[in-house]
Nanobody
Framework: QVQVVESGGGLVQPGGSLRLSCRAS????????VAWYRQAPGKERELLAD???????NYADSVKGRLTISRDNAKATIYLQIDSLKPEDTAVYFC?????????WGQGTQVTVSS
């Protein structure tokens, strides 16, 4: 099994930036893909970006230019950099790990954008 734990959320001001981290541990395979999602109150969970073990990335059109997904395989950590934060970015951000065998979700980390 794989354990997935997000961190780095908090209260930030509009226009600021934030880097979220997703730490994965356990038995993992080289075909894995890690994705970041978010879910705001009253809304469905939204896919933001994903990244393969080899570094291939995909972004939702709605966030291209403000978000950057990356990973440090030596640390088994995936990052989501968010720039130019807006109040509408307020949500719980989730990390999802999947490979050819299984898929796992983290518990989420709260991001609140407010003055």
């Amino acid at each position: 099994q794989v354990q997935v734990v997000e961190s780095g959320g908090g209260l930030v001001q509009p226009g600021g930036s934030l880097r979220l981290s997703c730490r994965a541990s356990g038995v993992m395979f080289a075909d894995n893909v890690v994705a970041w999602y978010r879910q705001a109150p009253g809304k469905e969970r939204e896919l933001l970006a994903d990244i393969t073990y080899g570094g291939q990335t995909n972004y939702a059109d709605s966030v291209k230019g403000r978000l950057t997904i990356s990973r440090d395989n030596a640390k088994a950590t995936i990052y989501l950099q968010i720039d130019s934060l807006k109040p509408e970015d307020t949500a719980v951000y989730f990390c999802n790990y999947r490979d050819s065998r299984s898929t796992y979700w983290g518990q989420g980390t709260q991001v609140t954008v407010s003055s």
